[in-house]
């Protein structure tokens, strides 16, 4: 990379600094996201002194072009966004039946295709695959355990593996004992499990709107219906929206994404998280926590889990390794203080145990301090990703556009003109090798019809900008 400070110039030295930066922006030398020069490399190449670069440096985030990271140096931020964030969406009048199963199932078929790019997938581990270190804490099971971690192991989940789990909500302020922990095959077992405790057939379920289709495919295998609260797409959930559902809906139990949602990447404020369950519990409304993309967050600290300000043991937490470690592993788990023992029946019903060996290598790797390491490497990975998903949308896509700013997580949520068919664009998509998902299976209605995520759990190369690209002059066509 060649650098230059151009011809002598009566401007403050730093100046030149703050103007090369931005020049190599424009020019696309630096893409948001990217690692700029450190402070010695760039006094060296353009002849002045550290100071004066370290002067430039914080002009530039102070104009908001860079940003410093703790032990990593600096970074070049996203332009400044041109686009709103997707529109709150009105609360729905009634609860409905969700008939969405057969769409979902013909997406499916079609986004695993293994030619097309899988932005259509939520599959955060996919830009920084942690294989090397699984592989080798696996190895080291079978070495030690031989054939007993091919074996059945607890119908309640591996000792081990349930007490690093406990203490890392420990270290949350979680109160939380390996006991009451069950674990499950995936998330979505365990959301299954905790749904199955609550309500039955026929009761209505509130979730967040937009709402994750999965959540919405097992409430409507499972007969119940669906009550819908709209999120912002900054704060997520808004206390006086779900006071007004529970006073005018028959609501049995509730489904939140109370950290980071999907797929608007909304994190709701501590504040509103101990209103929303106090506010629940008052009425002995279950609240279903899910919890999957809590880890990935963006800012300073995590949101606290919702289990924190139970009173009444009415909040059952679900999450797993899915987002932050290995989906192929289907491991996840449930956290209820209350309803443990119940949660532990229906987990020997459903599917007697989980895989041994797995659970096993995730203890491990839990246990060497690797995880930790890896989540914080990863965080950072998606936040680049972001970064620069956001700034190529803004190029890409018409002006009108609305793209979510999400606090966490691993999608984008793209709100295009109200004549858009997101299925339609799906299958355009399709044709050219990229797979995206359409909007419309966030909802039981038709109300997001006009949108799509997008997916940056990926890798990140020229491939990844292409698309993007031929995605934004598809929707130029609706406008």
């Known amino acids: 990379m060649e650098f230059s400070a151009g011809q002598p110039s009566e401007r403050f030295l730093y100046h030149q600094v703050v103007d090369l930066i931005s020049d190599m922006q424009q020019k696309g030398t630096l893409r948001p996201g990217d690692r700029i020069p450190s402070l010695r490399q760039l006094a060296e190449r353009l002849d002045i002194s550290v100071p004066t670069v370290k002067q430039g440096y914080l002009e530039l985030e102070r104009l908001g072009l860079v940003e410093a990271r703790p032990k990593s140096g600096y970074f070049l931020r996203a332009s400044q966004a041109r686009m709103n964030t997707p529109r709150k969406p009105r609360q729905s009048t009634r609860a409905v039946p969700v008939g969405r199963q057969e769409m979902i199932e013909q997406v499916h078929a079609n986004v ?166 106090a506010l629940l519990e008052s009425r002995d409304i279950g609240l279903i926590e899910d919890d999957v993309y809590g880890d990935l967050y963006f800012g300073e600290r995590r949101g606290l889990p919702a289990q924190i300000y139970a009173k009444k043991g009415l909040v059952i937490t679900c999450s797993s390794f899915s987002k932050t470690a290995a989906p192929s592993h289907r491991i996840g788990w449930l956290l209820s203080p209350r309803f443990a023992a119940q949660a532990a029946r229906l987990k020997r019903a459903l599917s007697c145990t989980s895989s041994l060996l797995n659970q096993w290598t995730l203890s491990e790797y839990m246990a060497s301090g690797e995880y930790e390491r890896y989540i914080r490497h990863l965080r950072d990975v998606l936040k680049i990703n972001m970064q620069r998903m956001k700034a190529k949308v803004e190029s890409a896509f018409p002006n009108q556009t609305r793209v979510s700013s999400p606090h966490g997580g691993a999608v984008l949520w793209l709100e295009l003109a109200r004549k858009a068919d997101g299925a339609q664009l799906f299958q355009h998509a399709l044709e050219q090798g990229i797979s995206i998902m359409p909007g419309t299976l966030f909802s039981p209605t038709d109300k997001y019809r006009h949108c799509i995520r997008l997916s940056y759990g990926v890798p990140w190369t020229e491939e990844v900008e292409l698309a993007i690209e031929r995605l934004g002059r598809l929707a130029w066509e609706y406008w």
Do not use: W
């Open 112 to 277: 695993h295709q293994h030619n097309a790019l899988p932005l259509a997938i939520c599959n955060p581990v996919s830009a920084l695959p942690p294989h090397k270190a699984l592989a080798r804490n696996m190895r080291r099971v079978i070495s030690l355990a031989n054939e007993q971690a091919l074996g059945y192991g607890p119908l309640n989940g591996f000792l081990p593996l349930r007490r690093q789990l406990a203490f890392r909500y420990l270290d949350l302020g979680v109160q939380a004992d390996p006991e009451q922990l069950v674990i499950t095959n995936g998330a979505q077992e365990a959301l299954t499990i905790a749904l199955l405790l609550l309500a039955k057939p026929g009761d209505v379920i509130a979730v967040e709107s937009p709402c994750y289709f999965g959540i919405l495919e097992l409430i409507e295998s499972l007969g119940m219906l669906v009550y819908e609260i709209p999120i912002c797409p900054d704060d997520g959930l808004c206390v006086d929206d779900v006071k007004r559902a529970i006073n005018t809906q028959p609501i049995k139990a509730c489904i939140f994404s109370t950290s980071i949602t999907n797929p608007l990447g909304a994190m709701l404020t501590e504040t509103n998280k101990q209103a929303i369950v």
